[in-house]
Structure formats: C-alpha cells, structure tokens
C-alpha cells in the first residue's frame, strides 16, 4: 500500500485494536498510540492492546487508549511490529493492516504499508495521519515525536537522515513538546538505572581488539542495583559508546534464565543477519533475538556465530 491507500483501508474499518511489540520502545508505543487518537478523530472506536510491557515513563502517553476488557475488535492493526513472534503477550488472531519500517518484515499481514527506508514508524504514521484527517494534533505530534526521537536514539544513531530531521521539524512545528519528551526520554534517570550502568559498564567484555563489545546484563546485576523493566530504556546503546567498537552486543537475561539479545553495528556489518542465525532479525544496524540459554553461553555462541559472518 501507499499512504493514501493505507488511509482509505482504514476509513473503511471500525472497531479497531492497534497492536504493539513485546518489550515496547517509543516508536511502537507512540506510533501506535497517535494512530489511534487520528481514527478515533475520525469517529471510530479504535484501542490499543494493553502491552504488560509499556514502561512507567510511557504509560501515561498510551493510558487513554488502552482497550477496556472484553474489547470485542473487527479489525487487527499492529504497527512496528516485524514478525509474528514479536507479538505483545495476550495477541491472538490475524492481522488486517501491518504498518512497519522493518526490511526484514515477514509480510504476515492481509495489507501492509512497509517502508524500510524510514527511521521509525513514527514517520510513517505521520504520513497516514495527514492522508486520514488532513491534520495532526499537538497530542498526537508529540507522540510522533516520541515515536522518531527514540528510534533514533534522539538523532545520534546512523538511521538519521534528512528525512528523519524534516518529519521532526514537522512534528515540533505541529507543537510536539520537545522539552518535556527530551526530559522525560533522554535527560533523566532514576538512581537504580545509574547503578545498574554502572555494573554494565565494569563487566563489559572486548573482542578483536576492542572492534566487538558484550555487555551482559543478570539477574543478579538488576536484583542488587534496584532496577525494573522502566529502567531498560536503550541498555543496548551503551556497549557501543567504547571507543573504537563497531559492533556491539547486549545480553540481558530473563527471569527464565534464558537470554534476550540486542545487537548494533556500524554500515556494512549486519546485525539482522547475525541476529537471523538465532532465529531474530530487524534492521541491518539494529536487530535482535531470544536464545535459550545462559547470557555466558549466548556470549559463546554469537561471538562463533561473528567470527563466521564477519570478517
């Protein structure tokens, strides 16, 4: 689909639920979130599925969307979401419209407007929104702003692009907050999140002459620093601020003792297909995956697994 086709599918449709992923960033929670409040402009009950994952920074943005028990949808919508396994907890059930900015979308979607040049879905639904209503709202500019200024990393990652900073211009001329996203987002963080990076950064491990960068995250480290799932926020970025590094892995695990990955590189390494090797996949500089093991023995395992895709 193109925008305008996107935008007339879902004028066509009602009684709709907007689906995010699992672990939920500011780009699938406020994309999702702005798309719903454009719908709902446009008369229709549209909610968004209640993620167990959405942070304590984030849920006060998507609270007034949440989808009250026993929402009965006729139409499914996930945004952001690159496969079916990225799914939230609790989905069920086909999806109708699939709107995404991953190359690596597996097209599970009965429509899809995919765009794999785009920095984040934000700028996608930016588009869609100004086809549906011919407008944007300062509300729904400042969830987009939410959704551009996360995905890339407040504009540091190398997915910015012109674009990127012309949709963000857009969006703070529309009146998104600035100020209070770059606080809220970027500026601040609770002492736990201090300590825990702290432990992160001592317990990194350098490969290949520095090149290569592992930071493990346990149990144990997110037990003694205080953290929960709200101090989380792009753990994966810190490895790649060593010097000299240019690719970094981040191996956080989970409760279940098993190990949820995050792997970033620099142009012309690839994270997603490092990533695909263990069943992930994502973008070509960001991608991630799930292995089921220890974060120790995951280490093993992908640095074989690099020594074989990278030369």
Same mark, same amino acid.
């Given at each position: 689909?193109?925008?305008? +086709?996107?935008?007339?599918?879902?004028?066509?449709?009602?009684?709709?639920?907007?689906?995010?992923?699992?672990d939920p960033d500011g780009d699938?929670?406020?994309?999702?979130?702005?798309?719903?409040?454009?719908?709902?402009?446009?008369?229709?009950?549209?909610?968004?599925?209640?993620?167990?994952?959405?942070?304590?920074?984030?849920? $006060?943005?998507?609270?007034?969307?949440?989808? $009250?028990?026993?929402?009965? $949808?006729?139409?499914?919508?996930?945004?952001?979401?690159?496969?079916?396994?990225?799914?939230?907890?609790?989905?069920?059930?086909?999806?109708?419209?699939?709107?995404?900015?991953?190359?690596?979308?597996?097209?599970?979607?009965?429509?899809?407007?995919? #765009?794999?040049?785009?920095?984040?879905?934000?700028?996608?639904?930016?588009?869609?929104?100004?086809?549906?209503?011919?407008?944007?709202?300062?509300?729904?500019?400042?969830?987009?702003?939410?959704?551009?200024?996360?995905?890339?990393?407040?504009f540091q990652y190398s997915n910015?692009?012109?674009?990127?900073?012309?949709?963000?211009?857009?969006?703070?001329?529309?009146?998104?907050?600035?100020?209070?996203?770059?606080?809220?987002?970027? #500026?601040?963080?609770?002492? =736990?999140?201090?300590?825990? +990076?702290?432990?992160?950064?001592?317990?990194?491990?350098?490969?290949?002459?520095?090149?290569?960068?592992?930071?493990?995250?346990?149990?144990?480290?997110?037990?003694?620093?205080?953290?929960?799932?709200?101090?989380?926020?792009?753990?994966?970025?810190?490895?790649?601020?060593?010097?000299?590094?240019?690719?970094?892995?981040?191996?956080?695990?989970?409760?279940?003792?098993?190990? #949820?990955?995050?792997?970033?590189?620099? *142009?012309?390494?690839?994270?997603?297909?490092?990533?695909?090797?263990?069943?992930?996949?994502?973008?070509?500089?960001a991608a991630g995956c799930n292995? =089921?093991? *220890? $974060?120790?023995?995951?280490?093993?395992?992908?640095?074989?697994?690099?020594?074989?895709?990278?030369?």
């Amino acid at each position: 689909m193109n925008y305008r +086709e996107c935008a007339k599918f879902l004028r066509e449709q009602d009684h709709i639920l907007i689906v995010t992923h699992r672990d939920p960033d500011g780009d699938t929670a406020g994309s999702a979130a702005a798309l719903c409040s454009a719908l709902r402009r446009l008369g229709k009950e549209a909610w968004l599925l209640r993620n167990p994952g959405f942070t304590r920074k984030m849920l $006060p943005y998507v609270e007034p969307y949440l989808a $009250p028990e026993g929402f009965e $949808p006729a139409c499914r919508v996930s945004v952001d979401v690159a496969t079916e396994r990225m799914f939230s907890a609790g989905f069920s059930g086909t999806v109708q419209l699939c709107i995404d900015h991953h190359d690596t979308n597996s097209h599970y979607g009965e429509q899809e407007l995919v #765009r794999g040049e785009k920095s984040s879905c934000g700028e996608i639904v930016l588009e869609v929104i100004k086809c549906l209503c011919g407008n944007v709202t300062e509300e729904e500019a400042t969830l987009l702003y939410i959704a551009v200024t996360t995905d890339t990393g407040c504009f540091q990652y190398s997915n910015t692009s012109c674009r990127t900073l012309a949709a963000a211009s857009e969006l703070l001329r529309l009146g998104a907050r600035q100020h209070e996203v770059s606080q809220t987002f970027f #500026r601040k963080v609770s002492l =736990a999140r201090l300590q825990l +990076e702290g432990m992160i950064y001592s317990g990194m491990s350098f490969h290949r002459g520095g090149k290569i960068v592992v930071a493990i995250i346990t149990q144990d480290m997110i037990r003694r620093s205080g953290a929960t799932k709200d101090d989380f926020d792009d753990l994966a970025s810190l490895a790649g601020r060593a010097e000299g590094s240019v690719l970094n892995v981040t191996i956080r695990e989970q409760e279940d003792g098993s190990s #949820r990955v995050s792997v970033r590189s620099n *142009p012309g390494i690839s994270s997603s297909d490092i990533c695909a090797a263990f069943g992930g996949g994502g973008h070509d500089m960001a991608a991630g995956c799930n292995i =089921a093991c *220890p $974060p120790e023995k995951a280490r093993a395992m992908l640095l074989d697994v690099i020594n074989e895709l990278v030369p």
